[in-house]
């Protein structure tokens, strides 16, 4: 059963083709580790998963949800498709607890000791308990992003989607972040798709490894293969960048 | 001065009373207002921004006391008869509401984007979104400035002088014509907008200061 489905998507700016004839197809399960160099519309794909980007052309088909079409209620799809951004984007004007606990309030109206219960289980998977009461400046940018985490997995979602969550981290950071996301993303009901220039991290979670470039999908493999003996020479070239810095 | 305040403070006092009251009036309903016309500016449907934006552009382009006037001499011409303290604080509400929207827009607007997409995207509909997150936002950004409308609308409130709308700048007019003391007659009743408008001045700066 697939999860996401990509039948000849485009996407455009104003003139500029973001994305270029994706097809893509991941089932319900995968953990798909996205890479490329900056511009080449791994956000893009991402954001047009949940919505937050809408496309031009083709057919894109999420948890059963026909995103295409012009009837698809955004907000019933995102309830199931979660996403953790690179700048977090956590409520400002909220505490960490709350941070967690609104949508699940306002958008499923979970009971309200159950929210709790539930939202203190999230924070100290993350191990950060102990900050509930905070509000996000006070707590540092691992910390935002990690709650960040248990604020989409709150949502119970089929999907999760991760768009460059560790770019904007402090390098001491990286870590503890990256570790909360394999314990995630372990668990096997849930798909998630990760766009990352952790390439370690990401021989580490992956199941499968797609790269772009310049808007394309130029490849799409199991993550052995993957590394090991890329298919084209623009992957080839850019593993070897990556690798050697 | 004395001798001003001594003869003419009963009426003065009336006048203060107008000038608050009309003052007082029109923060709430131009609040009111200009959040509604705010929030059209800033929402997704076009014709909603398009009718947003142009309430605004009309109504803080021209003169308040062209928009009194209309509403002191033109109405009761074909609608129903108004007295100038009405006339006046509609008049104050309307081009005010004006200023308070596009000081709340611009509020609404500085907010990261990025603080909705968070919100969208656990499932959010735009109106929780913007309830629960970027309004209680951008209602602090916009304290400062807005306080500032609050000061400019006490002041303006002196349209009201124009249509015989009693307020504290009619009550002035009307000591100076009668004791001929211009000096004395205005000086006290700028003292009195200061009694107003300084408190007004303070509590806005204690806000700002409580909220952030």
Same mark, same amino acid.
């Given at each position: 059963?697939?999860?996401?489905?990509?039948?000849?998507?485009?996407?455009?700016?104003?003139?500029?083709?973001?994305?270029? $004839?994706?097809?893509?197809?991941?089932?319900?399960?995968?953990?798909?580790?996205?890479?490329?160099?900056?511009?080449?519309?791994?956000?893009?794909?991402?954001?047009?998963?949940?919505?937050?980007?809408?496309?031009?052309?083709?057919?894109?088909?999420?948890?059963?949800?026909?995103? +295409? +079409?012009?009837?698809?209620?955004?907000?019933?799809?995102?309830?199931?498709?979660?996403?953790?951004?690179?700048?977090?984007?956590?409520?400002?004007?909220?505490?960490?607890?709350?941070?967690?606990?609104?949508?699940?309030?306002?958008?499923?109206?979970?009971?309200?000791?159950?929210?709790?219960? #539930?939202?203190?289980?999230?924070?100290?998977?993350?191990?950060?308990?102990?900050?509930?009461?905070?509000?996000?400046?006070?707590?540092?940018?691992?910390?935002?992003?990690?709650?960040?985490?248990?604020? +989409?997995?709150?949502?119970?979602?089929?999907?999760?989607?991760? $768009?460059?969550?560790?770019?904007?981290? $402090?390098?001491?950071?990286?870590?503890?972040?990256?570790?909360?996301?394999?314990?995630?993303?372990?668990?096997?009901?849930?798909?998630?798709?990760?766009?990352?220039? #952790?390439?370690?991290?990401?021989?580490?979670?992956?199941?499968?490894?797609?790269?772009? $470039?310049?808007?394309?999908?130029?490849?799409?493999?199991?993550?052995?293969?993957?590394?090991?003996?890329?298919?084209?020479?623009?992957?080839?070239?850019?593993? +070897?960048?990556?690798?050697?810095? | 001065?004395?001798?001003?305040?001594?003869?003419?403070?009963?009426?003065?006092?009336?006048?203060? /009373?107008?000038?608050?009251?009309?003052?007082?009036?029109?923060?709430?309903?131009?609040?009111?207002?200009?959040?509604?016309?705010?929030?059209?500016?800033?929402?997704?449907?076009?014709?909603?921004?398009?009718?947003?934006?142009?309430?605004?552009?009309?109504?803080? !382009?021209?003169?308040?006391?062209?928009?009194?006037?209309?509403?002191?001499?033109?109405?009761?011409?074909?609608?129903?008869?108004?007295? /100038?303290?009405?006339?006046?604080?509609?008049?104050?509400?309307?081009?005010?509401?004006?200023?308070?929207?596009?000081?709340?827009?611009?509020?609404?607007?500085?907010?990261?984007?990025?603080?909705?997409?968070?919100?969208?995207?656990?499932?959010?509909?735009?109106?929780?979104?913007?309830?629960?997150?970027?309004?209680?936002?951008?209602?602090?950004?916009?304290?400062?400035?807005?306080?500032?409308?609050?000061?400019?609308?006490?002041? !303006?409130?002196?349209?009201?002088?124009?249509?015989? /709308?009693?307020?504290?700048?009619?009550?002035?007019?009307?000591?100076?014509?009668?004791?001929?003391?211009?000096?004395?007659?205005?000086?006290?009743?700028?003292?009195?907008?200061?009694?107003?408008?300084?408190?007004?001045?303070?509590?806005?700066?204690?806000?700002?200061?409580?909220?952030?």
């Amino acid at each position: 059963m697939s999860m996401i489905e990509f039948h000849d998507v485009q996407k455009y700016y104003e003139h500029f083709h973001a994305l270029i $004839d994706i097809n893509l197809e991941i089932d319900k399960g995968e953990t798909v580790v996205l890479i490329g160099p900056s511009g080449s519309g791994k956000s893009t794909l991402v954001r047009t998963i949940n919505g937050l980007e809408r496309i031009q052309a083709g057919k894109l088909i999420v948890n059963n949800h026909d995103l +295409s +079409s012009p009837n698809t209620n955004f907000d019933i799809l995102r309830r199931d498709v979660g996403m953790v951004f690179q700048h977090f984007y956590l409520y400002a004007n909220k505490t960490v607890l709350e941070n967690i606990m609104l949508a699940p309030r306002i958008v499923l109206k979970m009971p309200e000791e159950q929210n709790r219960t #539930e939202a203190l289980k999230l924070l100290d998977m993350v191990g950060l308990k102990e900050k509930a009461n905070n509000m996000p400046s006070q707590i540092s940018g691992g910390q935002q992003q990690r709650v960040a985490i248990a604020r +989409s997995l709150a949502m119970k979602p089929r999907l999760l989607l991760f $768009d460059e969550p560790t770019s904007a981290l $402090d390098p001491e950071m990286i870590d503890d972040v990256l570790q909360v996301i394999k314990r995630v993303t372990s668990v096997s009901d849930m798909t998630s798709l990760i766009v990352t220039h #952790e390439m370690g991290f990401a021989k580490e979670v992956a199941n499968r490894v797609i790269f772009m $470039d310049a808007g394309q999908i130029v490849e799409d493999d199991q993550k052995e293969s993957f590394f090991q003996q890329p298919k084209t020479e623009r992957a080839r070239k850019f593993l +070897s960048k990556i690798i050697t810095h | 001065m004395i001798n001003i305040i001594t003869h003419y403070g009963h009426q003065l006092l009336i006048g203060l /009373g107008w000038t608050v009251l009309s003052s007082v009036l029109a923060l709430f309903f131009s609040l009111i207002i200009g959040s509604f016309f705010a929030i059209m500016e800033v929402v997704p449907n076009k014709t909603a921004r398009i009718i947003g934006r142009a309430y605004v552009e009309i109504l803080r !382009n021209i003169p308040l006391l062209v928009i009194t006037m209309f509403f002191y001499l033109v109405i009761p011409l074909y609608f129903v008869k108004i007295n /100038g303290f009405t006339a006046g604080t509609i008049g104050l509400t309307l081009y005010t509401s004006a200023f308070i929207a596009e000081t709340i827009r611009s509020g609404i607007q500085s907010v990261d984007i990025g603080q909705m997409e968070g919100a969208r995207s656990v499932g959010m509909t735009y109106w929780q979104a913007m309830r629960n997150i970027i309004l209680p936002q951008a209602f602090k950004i916009v304290i400062p400035p807005l306080g500032n409308q609050f000061i400019n609308l006490v002041k !303006n409130s002196s349209v009201l002088a124009f249509v015989a /709308g009693f307020d504290l700048m009619y009550q002035a007019n009307s000591i100076a014509s009668i004791t001929f003391d211009t000096i004395n007659s205005y000086f006290v009743v700028g003292i009195m907008y200061l009694i107003v408008t300084m408190p007004l001045s303070y509590y806005m700066r204690y806000l700002e200061k409580r909220v952030a």
